[in-house]
């Protein structure tokens, strides 16, 4: 099973909505820190439609894959672009600081996103860097790497 599946799986079974866009890292499922997934979900319901959360996540995974694994860059580019799309399709009725604090929980999901995909692929380095690295080659793959 492959990381985003284990991703979407978890994400689903805590009703939140976290769906994947692109088949990720392959890991067995006792590669995950569950109660950390499940502790920085926690209270996020309704800031992002499953499809923003989904691509938080891939911009999370592409950073951690990119400081974990030799050979994964990050695309700035990419990365700047997915992001502002998600930042700009929020809510139009917010008052300037709730649209703030919409800002401030998506920042916030995205660096909680990539410290625990870190930890997850530090853990297990060897088998996260061959998957990010076969996913890279993959031209179908949508990733955030160059």
Known sequence: MNMMNILRSTFAALAIGFAAT???AQA????RIDDAW???LEGNEGILTNKQ???VTGIAYAAAAALL????DIDADKVAAATTAVLADGPKDLTDEEELERYT???LMAGTAKGI??????????DFCANATKEKADDQAATFWK
């Open 38 to 40: 499940k502790a920085a």
């Open 22 to 24: 692109a088949a990720h």
């Open 28 to 31: 067995a499922d006792d590669f």
């Open 105 to 107: 929980n998506i920042m």
């Open 69 to 72: 694994c030799d050979g994964i």
């Open 53 to 55: 959360q989904a691509v």
């Open 117 to 126: 995909l870190l930890a997850e692929g530090a853990l297990h380095k060897a």
